[in-house]
Each structure stands twice: as structure tokens, then as C-alpha cells.
């Protein structure tokens, strides 16, 4: 009986981060931005300032994520990362002053974007270049799972327990964290050769592909502009969508969580089919007409004001939004391995 690959199993786990370290630690708030407001009588300003501490302690923590994983080891980053997230979840739910929660909504993000980051970098040791894309799209499926959780879940849970609903929301969430992170410590292995139950992959030649793929290459430095705008822009949408829709366009609580439900959906797909676009298109080819779609989808509602065109917004930006960190992460592994095999 042939042995299960297992980068595959990596990958399991990778999508259980996922959803809880970004789905949760990053797309939660979004749901319980309203609740949290109504029950602190905080102002907009006020949740527009935690909301900015999530997104800072995301962007900072995005950027030396990585530097971090290759000085202490992506697992120990991963499960520390999730901790972080995991225990800033409960203290959110129990505290109400402004500046203690504003710097547990910073270690949030930095959670969210510690875990996001290592876990990339990790499961893309296990694979190579050939079925890259289509391993990690994978794995950044786990968001889309998340978003779905806080999508159908929260809303449910904050029309059942009224006004200090999202305190035991945030609870439950650091739980399931929690769980994940000892499931991360037992199964995750930084490399192949940390386990016998791995069935090697032979992809063909790997100097071949290299040169196959070589002209198709984004350059670093390319990669990293790319990826910051993505960052700065896609947090905008994904922090206030739901609340626009609520505050704006004035839609209930559960019309805007099923909405950001159907952004969760599209996510759980959108790493797979850009990872395999990439594969066969092209980095840079699948990163175009990624972006191309993305931009269409953030115009949508401030052009159209109807619930259908939310909808629609939601369906692309889920369908893009995880694609663009697939695309960079392949294309950024793609360099890794041609180093490696030179």
C-alpha cells in the first residue's frame, strides 16, 4: 500500500491555522464590530482605531513574519502565533477599557499574521514546484473556512444572546484556537525528512522546470510592492464591508453575515483554482487577471448601492482575495527552489 505524502497532512493542518489564526484572529471582528460598539458606547473613531491596531499589528507583524520563521523555525512560529491570537481573543472578550483593547486587537493581528505567514512558508518545503501552487492554495483555503464559520456562526450567536454577545463569541473562537495550536504542536514537521511516513514526490527534473519557468518569474522586489498594496488595500474592504452594509446600505445583521458567508465560500476555492491557474497560466499571467478582478469587485459597492451588487462584490473579492496570496507565495517559492537547485 503506497504511504500518504505527508506535505498532505501539513496541509490539513495548514488549513486548521488558517482558519483559526487569520479566519478567526482577522475576518472576526468585521461580524462583531457593531455588536461591540453598541455594548462598550464606543463611537465609530473609536472601533476605526481597533480596527487599525488589528490591521497594523497584521502588516508589521507580515513583514518580519518571515524573518522570524527562518531564525526560530516556522512550527515554533506557527504555534506561538496562535497562542498570541488565542489569548488576545480571551482577554478581548473580558476586558472594556479602550487602550487595553486596543493593544490586545495589535497582538491580534500579529497572531493572525505570524500564523499566516509561517504556515506558508511551511507547507511550501513539502512540495515542489510543479504541484506548488495547487499545495498551497490549499492550505490558504483554511481562511475562506474561517470566514464561513464567522459568517454563519456569529451572526446566530449575537441575535441569541443580545448585547454583550460578543464577549462569549470571542471566547469560543480563542477555544478553537486553542485546540488548533496543540493539533499544530503534535502533527506539524518543518521538514521532509522529520518523518518516515513521507512518500516522496517526483515531479521530473527540477532543473528542467526551473528553466521552463524561469522567464515567467516575478522579481522580489516585485513581489513584495505587489503584495504590500494588496495588504493595505484588501484590509480597507475586509475590515469595514460588513458594516458599510449594516451602516450604509442598511441591511440586517444576518443579510450582511450571509453575504460575508458567500466571501467565505469563494475563499475556500479561490487559493486552488488561482494556485492551479498559476500553474498551468503562469505566475505573472494568473496575477493579472487576478488583480484585474479584485480591482472590479472593491469598485462595485461604492458605485451600486443595491444588496444584489453586494452580493456580487462578496462573490468576486471572495473568488480573488486568497488567490493573490497564493500567486506570491508560489511565485516566491518558485525563487526559493531555483536557488536551491543551482
Known sequence: MKAIHYG???????VLVKMTGLGFGRFAYPMLLPN??????????????LSGAIMLGYLLFSLIGGMLATRFGPKRIVI??????????????????????????????????GSHISIT???????????LGRAVGVVTGGTGLGIIVTGLLLPYLLFQLGKEAWRPCWILLSLITFFVAGIGWILLRERPNQTAFLTPSHDGDKSSLFSKRKSDQLALK?????????GFS????????????????RLTAKSAGD??????????????????LSDRLGRRKALLWNNGIISLSVL?????????????SAFLFGGTFLGTVTVVAASIGDQIGERRAS
Open 8 to 14: 498532505w497532512v501539513i496541509v490539513g493542518v495548514g
Open 234 to 249: 484588501y484590509n480597507i474592504y475586509a475590515t469595514y464591508f460588513v458594516a458599510y452594509m449594516i451602516g450604509e446600505i
Open 36 to 49: 461591540m460598539r453598541e455594548s462598550l458606547g464606543f463611537t465609530y473613531g473609536d472601533m476605526g482605531l
Open 80 to 113: 506561538a502565533s496562535l497562542l498570541c491570537g488565542a489569548l488576545s481573543m480571551t482577554f478581548i472578550s473580558r476586558l472594556s477599557g479602550f487602550p487595553s483593547l486596543l493593544f490586545f486587537s495589535f497582538a491580534m493581528g500579529a497572531g493572525a499574521a
Open 121 to 131: 512558508t511551511l507547507s511550501m518545503v513539502w512540495f515542489e514546484e510543479k504541484r
Open 259 to 276: 453575504i460575508w458567508a458567500i466571501f467565505g465560500w469563494m475563499c475556500m476555492g479561490s487559493g486552488l483554482i488561482w494556485g492551479y
Open 222 to 230: 516585485a513581489i513584495f510592492i505587489i503584495y504590500f498594496i494588496f
Open 300 to 312: 462595485l459597492p461604492l458605485l451600486f448601492y443595491e444588496p444584489l451588487i453586494m452580493g456580487f
